[in-house]
């Protein structure tokens, strides 16, 4: 299985930035897809930024040229630098990593989420 640890969230003021990190440890030469999500009270949770093990990233609309997802295969750990940060970037933001399995069935894992607050 795969585990993760997700942490750099906090309060911020609108235009501020923050860095989140997770950490994925047990069986992590599996996972081929890590991601960021966030979900807002009375919201459901969407997309934020992903990530493939060799690199590719993908990014919503609506944080485009703002955030950068990055990786450190080495620690096992990918980041989300968020900058400019907007109030309705307020959120709670979750890791995610996808683990292959036979017969084309992926297992999805979540981290415990980090609380990201953009407010004046």
């Known amino acids: 299985q795969v585990q993760l640890v997700e942490s750099g969230g906090g309060l911020v003021q609108p235009g501020g930035s923050l860095r989140l990190s997770c950490t994925a440890s047990?069986?992590?030469?599996?996972?081929?897809?890590m991601g960021w999500y966030r979900q807002a009270p009375g919201k459901q949770r969407e997309l934020v930024a992903d990530i493939t093990s060799d690199g590719d990233t993908n990014y919503a609309d609506p944080v485009k040229g703002r955030f950068t997802i990055s990786r450190d295969n080495g620690k096992n750990t990918i980041f989300l630098q968020m900058n400019n940060l907007k109030p309705e970037d307020t959120a709670v933001y979750y890791c995610n990593a996808d683990e292959p399995r036979p017969a084309g069935a992926v297992n999805y894992y979540w981290g415990q989420g980090t609380q990201v607050t953009v407010s004046s």
């Open positions: 047990g069986s992590v030469y599996r996972i081929y897809y």
